[in-house]
């Protein structure tokens, strides 16, 4: 911008000039600088006469469109430039601009009337009440004059008018006024677009959207029943139907439709009416018309389920079932998703939603429920078991790798949907698929896609299937040896089996004859990851109810398995997740001689990656080498171990060396040490206090890690090391040295680098507590390395990051409750303690996000329950300087904060309460009520 003012003219031609530019110069740096004149020219008070001359009838539309934008942009955003007295002038002139463009460019008569209806909402109702009225008659004035139907303006500008009020970011009280004024005019506006709905279609099609806007403003269903008639009508127009779908969709599920039960039935009696329309886009294939019906039942069905099952009368309960079978028929479309139907899909949730309205029945009406509902839902598992199957196998085979996942996801909907009807159905659902079963396997015309979709729907219930349950699963289960040879069908059987490792535990008598199965599977390529998946879920389950032949068939499979190349990662480690588990039942003597055999070669195999150069190519090896044992330190916990010392020990004794290399190698990656530290974490969890000569070794490679790289996991790890050992006398001193070199470490790190690393302040504000609780000798027996820890919390309690600042609340929390018993504690708080109340009540003030109100008082809390006087004479001194923490706070109102902080000090929940409060006083959001609103 030039230091002397531009006149008029000048600033059109500039803004003109710069249009041109934004839209044709090539030039990236002339766009840019284009783009800044633009945003400047908002901002100047010259603006408002700017936009009149952008709007000549001699200008290119984009510069007449910013003419209609930039006077919307001033309307909204610079109001209060404009005085009281040219307020008139400027609606006469928006109004004049609105029917002069009526015959002009479509995008700039669009932003006109946006601008008209921001005009509305700033003048509304002190300086022009009955808005809609006057506008209605503007129009029809106007068009009487012209001799031309300026009906679809008005429309337009009504449509708009809701849609600014929603945008608005006016206060509370204004906008309650607003709303009042705009649901007066509801009846005007339905005037308006009864008359609409009966012209041609072009209006009617505008008057559907102006309905839309304003049923999303907020209209009960009484206000617009007059248009139902006409609504019904709009859906045998194919240029409306989309648009009349939408607002019928609206109109029936908008918020408050539940307190109006008559009108909802009125509509669900109308979507009854439409079903041989529906029936009828099925036959045809019109894809579009079905889609659209499906919608409207299945949202108003969704909407209104709690109606649906009320119905009382004779009549509404038939009513009620036809509605509900015609959404049966929308689930049962024909086709195949997602390529050649779309409406089966959205009614999923439908049927799980009015299953839960069933299940929450009153106590003496739910049998009756279930009984007058439980057909439609077996005619639901009838036509699941259809859409659940795959396509024949020349369209699967056309089916892109998008479709494919689509295809998979909608296959994990009928499961879920099925999931549901089996809660209603119990084992009535059970004798179904027991009997399609039976009737498939029976038949020779049977296609492997039936039979697969039964037991993929078998598999979806396990959940839910009582353990009890001896009837239907013994059989289907006796079956097996019956179904086809075909690679998806036997995937989807193992995987059914492992989903029913918790009913196998208490039926262990089978699972000597599933056991063969599984591990047969194992070698067959394409059977591999369902194999390994169902083997892994029952050797979690019921490894203790195995005998000892299948226990030692899992080993030797397992570790066959685990040598063989032909396995991806994600078998090898389910692999040896099957031989944790196992492993862990057997007599410690078994357990250490299958050990050697089968950890041997990975620890040999490890060793070498240690000594080989990090590298792209090897990084996956390694992470999967190493993440096999942290699965293996996971799954490997006998109970009763005697005076042995435990597997896992031994076999980290082993491994340390290698896995200690590994993690300093490859420290400037983050995945590599991560999994190190897991597998720590894991051995540590295992193995507990008997870690012995190990903890001194763990420690020595932590310190090591951190100090080249400080890192979240390592912390993470620390902290567990430090919960698990701090406390025994025999690790004391190593706990002591660990904990200040890991400290020194990490606050070297964020003395350099504080504002980048909110993981790391968080990882070590959860070690730093772990040290005070678990043995505050620590922290405190170390020179002053608490006073650098405590400003380092101080600092913290400034980030945005809410994890953060709750890790950095619980330090200060454990801090504080020291209090009493450690001197150094005490002098700390004597010499700081302002500082932290004074970083809390800053935060509390506004310097912090709101959501963090809740952390702040925890440690406010805390000071009020060990150092009372303290806290009290801190928030005296601090509250009584002026304007702290806000400017919108008075002295009376601090006053009453600091009382109410000190009274609390039992109910937390209280104490969070006037934290809140105080806070949204001090953010200038007053009241108890918008406290409740917000939170």
Not at 684 to 697: A, D, F, P, Q
Not at 826 to 840: C, D, K, P
């Amino acid at each position: 911008m030039e230091e002397e003012t531009p006149s008029l003219d000048q600033i059109v031609s500039h803004t003109e000039q710069a249009l041109y530019t934004l839209y044709s110069d090539p030039n990236l740096v002339n766009k840019e600088s284009a783009h800044k004149w633009l945003l400047e020219i908002q901002k100047l008070p010259q603006a408002w006469q700017v936009c009149w001359k952008l709007m000549q009838n001699d200008k290119a539309p984009e510069v007449q469109f910013f003419g209609a934008s930039l006077l919307h942009y001033k309307i909204t955003k610079y109001w209060s430039e404009l005085p009281e007295n040219q307020y008139e002038q400027l609606k006469s002139e928006v109004i004049r601009y609105v029917i002069t463009f009526c015959n002009g460019t479509r995008i700039v008569l669009t932003r006109l009337c946006i601008a008209l209806a921001a005009f509305a909402i700033q003048t509304m109702p002190r300086h022009w009440s009955n808005v809609v009225k006057d506008l209605v008659k503007i129009f029809e004035e106007a068009s009487n004059a012209q001799c031309t139907d300026l009906r679809p303006i008005l429309l337009e500008v009504l449509t708009v008018l809701p849609e600014e009020f929603r945008s608005s970011d006016f206060m509370n009280v204004r906008r309650a006024e607003l709303r009042h004024e705009l649901q007066s005019s509801v009846p005007v506006v339905v005037e308006v677009l009864a008359s609409a709905l009966m012209s041609e279609t072009s209006v009617k099609l505008q008057a559907l959207r102006c309905l839309i806007s304003w049923v999303q403003f907020g209209v009960s269903l009484s206000d617009v029943d007059i248009l139902e008639p006409s609504l019904m009508l709009c859906l045998k127009d194919e240029e409306l139907f989309d648009t009349a779908v939408d607002a019928l969709i609206e109109i029936s599920t908008c918020p408050d439709s539940y307190r109006e039960p008559t009108y909802v039935r009125k509509y669900i009696k109308r979507a009854v009416e439409l079903g041989d329309t529906l029936k009828t886009a099925f036959l045809s294939n019109d894809g579009d018309k079905a889609v659209g019906l499906c919608r409207f039942l299945v949202a108003l069905g969704e909407t209104h389920s709690k109606i649906l099952l009320s119905s009382s009368k004779p009549e509404e309960q038939q009513i009620s079932a036809t509605f509900i079978s015609l959404i049966l028929d929308c689930t049962n479309c024909p086709g195949y998703y997602p390529t050649d139907e779309l409406c089966s899909e959205m009614t999923f949730t439908f049927w799980c939603s009015f299953q839960d309205e069933i299940e929450y029945a009153e106590p003496d009406v739910l049998p009756q429920k279930k009984q007058d509902y439980g057909s439609l839902y077996i005619g639901l598992t009838q036509v699941l078991l259809k859409k659940a199957q795959y396509p024949p196998d020349s369209e699967w085979s056309g089916y892109n790798a998008e479709e494919r996942e689509q295809f998979r996801c909608y296959r994990q909907d009928v499961a879920d949907t099925m999931m549901h009807t089996y809660r209603l159905l119990r084992e009535q659902c059970l004798n179904i698929l027991h009997g399609q079963l039976s009737e498939a396997l029976s038949s020779s015309q049977t296609s492997w896609q039936v039979v697969e979709s039964i037991l993929y729907l078998i598999q979806s219930v396990s959940g839910y299937v009582e353990a009890t349950e001896d009837t239907y699963l013994p059989a289907i289960l006796a079956m097996f040896p019956k179904i086809p040879s075909h690679h998806l069908v036997s995937q989807t059987a193992l995987l059914m089996i492992g989903s029913y490792c918790d009913w196998l535990k208490c039926h262990p008598m089978l699972l000597k004859s599933v056991i063969p199965v599984l591990l047969d599977s194992i070698s067959d390529v394409t059977l591999t990851s369902a194999a390994t998946q169902a083997l892994r879920d029952i050797c979690q389950e019921c490894s203790r109810d195995l005998d000892r032949e299948s226990l030692i068939a899992i080993v030797n499979k397992c570790q066959i398995a685990l040598n063989e190349s032909t396995l991806k990662d994600r078998e090898i480690i389910r692999c040896m997740e099957c031989l944790g588990h196992v492993l862990a039942v057997q007599p410690v003597a078994d357990i250490m001689n299958s050990l050697e055999t089968v950890v041997a070669p990975h620890i040999i195999f490890l060793t070498e990656l240690a000594g080989i150069q990090p590298s792209t190519s090897i990084k996956q090896k390694v992470y999967i080498e190493i993440q096999l044992f942290a699965i293996l330190f996971k799954c490997l916990d006998p109970e009763d171990l005697g005076d042995k010392q435990h597997p896992v020990y031994l076999v980290l004794e082993k491994v340390f060396s290698p896995l200690a290399t590994l993690g300093k190698m490859w420290i400037d990656d983050m995945e590599v040490p991560q999994i190190v530290c897991l597998c720590l974490e894991r051995a540590i969890g295992s193995v507990r206090e008997n870690m012995g000569g190990l903890v001194s070794s763990i420690v020595e490679l932590l310190v090591d890690l951190h100090a080249k790289k400080p890192r979240s996991c390592v912390l993470d790890t620390a902290v567990i090391v430090l919960g698990m050992y701090s406390k025994e006398s025999q690790h004391q001193k190593v706990m002591l040295i660990f904990y200040e070199k890991m400290t020194l470490s990490t606050l070297e790190l964020l003395e350099k680098d504080f504002a980048n690393n909110p993981d790391v302040i968080q990882s070590f504000m959860h070690f730093l507590t772990r040290a005070i609780r678990s043995n505050p000798y620590i922290m405190f027996g170390t020179n002053n390395l608490h006073n650098s820890c405590f400003q380092c919390g101080l600092t913290a309690l400034t980030r945005p990051e809410n994890h953060t600042v709750k890790a950095c609340c619980g330090f200060f929390v454990a801090f504080i409750r020291c209090y009493e018993s450690q001197e150094k504690a005490r002098e700390t708080l004597a010499h700081s303690g302002q500082h932290l109340v004074n970083q809390i009540l800053q935060g509390v003030g506004g310097r912090v996000p709101r959501y963090h109100m809740d952390s702040l008082a925890e440690i406010l809390m805390a000071l009020n329950a060990n150092c009372v006087a303290l806290l009290s004479t801190w928030l005296q001194d601090l509250l009584r300087i002026e304007d702290y923490p806000s400017k919108l706070v008075t002295l009376k109102q601090k006053q009453q904060f600091t009382s109410s902080v000190l009274r609390e000090r039992v109910h937390k929940r209280r104490l969070k309460e006037v934290v809140k409060e105080f806070s949204l006083m001090c953010r200038g959001l007053h009241g108890t009520a918008y406290a409740a609103a917000t939170y």
